[in-house]
Every structure is written in C-alpha cells, then in structure tokens.
C-alpha cells in the first residue's frame, strides 16, 4: 500500500522496482526484482539492482553481459560490469569497461572515481590518486579526495 500511494499508479515494472528497494529481506528484495527484471529484461536499471542482490557473480555478469547487448556504451552498466569482472579477479577485462567509461563518459565523476578503485586494486596509488583527485574535483558534493583510499 506505501509503494502503490508512492508510485501514483505507475506501471507493474516500477511497482516491482520499488517493492525490491523497500523489501526487508533478501529473499523479498530477490522476488521482487526477478518480477521488474522478467517484464522489463533489458532495462539497465532493473538489471543493475537486480544483479547487484545475487549471490552468484557468474549470474550477476550474466544479466548485465545480456543488458549490455542493448545498451552498449551505457556508463552505469559499464562501470557495474567493471566492478563485477574485479570481484572475479578478471583484472584487464575490469580495466577495459573502466577505460571506457573514462574515455567516453569523461563528464562523470564516477567514471573516474571507478578507474581509481581499480587502480587501487592493481597496487598503483599513484595513478589511483590522481583519478580519485579528478573525481572530487568535477563534483566535489558527490566525492571527496581522501589519500588514505588509495592505501586501503
């Protein structure tokens, strides 16, 4: 009843969405993003959260592997793609999507900021630093420059 007086009767998909973000449980947050994700199968978005609560990374990069296919070049799959290809340690694959995103979405801060954790991950602060400070410096609100993240 909360999400349909917050949702306006808007469509079944949304509705879904918003069930799995307010959603106290895995399990509920997993039904209800598997429903939005069955009847809107190549929105980034839906498939961004919902591959972001499975377990299984394999499964994870699958979704948005397929995602992908539709929505090439989008910032917000690339970047996610990076992130899960990192978890598998599929260290030059990451690099690629991050690379992508720094070169062709270079207006957003968190392709930067993406590039930095990956720097991090490979051992170079010094490049690490520098994407993080580039980061902060285009949307200081969203991101701070704090060297420490680079030894962490």
């Excluded at 039904?31 to 961004?48: E, G, R, S």
């Excluded at 992130?83 to 957003?108: P, R, S």
Aim: charged share 25%; with cysteine; aromatic share 12%.
């Amino acid at each position: 009843e909360t999400v349909n007086s917050k949702m306006g009767g808007e469509n079944e998909v949304e509705m879904e969405w918003m069930m799995g973000l307010t959603a106290e449980d895995q399990a509920m947050r997993t039904y209800h993003w598997q429903n939005a994700l069955n009847l809107a199968p190549n929105h980034p978005m839906i498939a961004t959260f919902y591959s972001f609560n499975q377990p299984s990374v394999a499964v994870k990069e699958a979704v948005i592997r397929r995602v992908l296919e539709n929505h090439p070049g989008n910032a917000g799959l690339c970047n996610v793609m990076g992130y899960i290809l990192m978890a598998q340690d599929k260290m030059e694959e990451a690099k690629e999507y991050f690379q992508f995103n720094v070169e062709y979405h270079e207006d957003l801060a968190n392709s930067f900021d993406s590039m930095g954790d990956w720097y991090v991950r490979n051992g170079d602060k010094e490049a690490a630093l520098e994407m993080f400070q580039k980061a902060a410096d285009m949307d200081p609100t969203n991101f701070s420059f704090n060297p420490d993240r680079a030894e962490e």
